[in-house]
């Protein structure tokens, strides 16, 4: 007895029904990157690893202030450290700012400036009191390895604006070191490889290891080529595996990289008004790193990319981890001046270039870490973690700038209305680009997975 054995596609061309099933589910899913509902094109992830108090950033709580060197009037939760003293006032002040009167601290001045765009949530929970296991969480919604980031969901179900450019860029510079988990958060997981962070060293030359070619390109486009056909081949006969699509299309994308790549990265054509607005040649070398990449944010953004995350930069202050740069333990006062004086002015500054450019209206822009800080100190000078009740911002791509969501109690330690959950921020993101959370899905070890897993609201009362 013969029998013909088929791979997956040719099973599709020789069943025409089925490949017209199949043609209607792939036109479907190219349907996510232009849904009529999307506010927003992109996405600019400002993630400042390590955990910004929320008392001292955005969420002002007087009561603090008025209780300082107290006992904590309520049962206190196990903390990191468990090294827990009394009552820690701010030592920031804070002050209304714009026509909103949105209260923010003296430590962020130029974020401060565009108060009328931002939407900040100040009720932020999460179920992990650790850096690695909260990284995870807040990148891609588990708190282990083996699942896509949300860029890399983002990626997958926008698909790429530019065919020269990766879709989802991860920024570093300035020795910027990864986040506790490492770069598992950033992966892909199981979705196609091509949707996996490319990592960009925006001080680095070349900024990419191997961007530049050793031989000529025709030479090296003749020899890719070849390999590809090969590798179509090869593909075919595995039904064409994602996986092995992926690779096929990371090669393309590696060879158009490079010419993008060190063209987009070379800033020393700019403006020195824009030098001056980012603060690229400011004394400050932490503040000018984190400068360039802003500004290389906004370019890549400018040309299609659809989803960038910044890296914040460790400061040699004890208790400061190289990379929790905002873990203050301890010199709670000093350390988050200094990595505020790092973030603000290029912060504001991107949003101010945004919105020059018309380009703020469909750039989301996310400002989040992985938990908060405690209202009572650790130790005599810091703050260990919070996660029962932190802030988080977002600002541009529809949405509804001046407003708050949500609330701590007085002493900002529990969320006290609105509870709010990195599933919750993920899927009022996709929302704004036009995605229904629910639906954006990818079958792996027999389930549909999401971002948002099983959990997920849009929190609507922060759009247009």
Not at 66 to 78: L, T, Y
Request: charged content about 20%; hydrophobic content about 35%; some cysteine.
């Amino acid at each position: 007895m013969n029998i013909n054995v088929y791979s997956r596609r040719e099973f599709f061309q020789r069943t025409s029904g089925i490949g017209l099933t199949a043609l209607a589910g792939l036109m479907a899913r190219e349907s996510f990157a232009v849904a009529p509902t999307a506010k927003a094109k992109n996405v600019i992830f400002l993630y400042m690893s390590g955990g910004v108090s929320q008392v001292d950033s955005f969420d002002p709580k007087p009561k603090l202030n008025e209780m300082h060197g107290q006992d904590m009037p309520v049962p206190v939760e196990r903390t990191q450290f468990n090294n827990n003293g009394k009552i820690f006032g701010s030592p920031f002040k804070f002050r209304r700012h714009g026509e909103s009167g949105l209260d923010i601290s003296e430590l962020f001045p130029h974020i401060a400036k565009h108060a009328d765009d931002m939407a900040v949530i100040r009720s932020m929970t999460t179920t992990f009191n650790e850096h690695a296991t909260g990284n995870f969480m807040a990148h891609t919604g588990f708190p282990f390895l083996g699942h896509p980031s949300a860029g890399s969901w983002i990626s997958y179900g926008l698909g790429s604006a530019n065919q020269n450019l990766p879709t989802y860029i991860l920024l570093r510079s300035g020795g910027a070191e990864h986040p506790l988990g490492g770069n598992g958060m950033f992966s892909s997981g199981f979705l196609p490889a091509q949707h996996q962070a490319s990592i960009i060293k925006a001080d680095a030359t070349p900024p990419v290891p191997n961007i530049v070619p050793s031989e000529a390109q025709t030479l090296q486009r003749s020899r890719l080529d070849f390999l590809k056909q090969i590798d179509s081949a090869f593909a075919s006969r595995t039904g064409h595996d994602p996986q092995v699509d992926a690779a096929i299309k990371n090669y393309e994308t590696a060879f158009r990289m490079q010419a993008a790549v060190p063209a987009i990265c070379d800033i020393s054509g700019e403006s020195q008004a824009t030098r001056e607005l980012y603060g690229l040649d400011d004394p400050n070398e932490r503040m000018a790193h984190y400068g360039g990449q802003a500004l290389l944010a906004r370019k890549l953004i400018q040309q299609g990319v659809r989803f960038v995350e910044l890296s914040c930069l460790r400061e040699d202050i004890k208790h400061g981890g190289a990379q929790s740069p905002w873990d203050h333990h301890g010199a709670l006062e000093r350390g988050h001046r200094l990595l505020s004086a790092q973030v603000d002015k290029p912060i504001g500054a991107l949003i101010h270039d945004l919105k020059t450019l018309g380009l703020f209206d469909e750039t989301l822009l996310v400002f989040t870490g992985e938990f908060g800080r405690t209202p009572f100190t650790q130790g005599s000078d810091g703050r260990d973690h919070n996660p029962y009740g932190f802030s988080a911002w977002m600002a541009g791509g529809g949405i509804k700038g001046g407003t708050t969501y949500g609330a701590t109690d007085e002493l900002g330690y529990h969320v006290a209305d609105k509870p709010a959950t990195f599933y919750d921020l993920w899927a009022t993101v996709l929302h704004q680009l036009g995605i229904d959370h629910e639906d954006l899905t990818y079958r792996y070890a027999g389930r549909d997975v999401r971002l948002t897993d099983v959990h997920g609201n849009v929190i609507r009362e922060i759009l247009t």
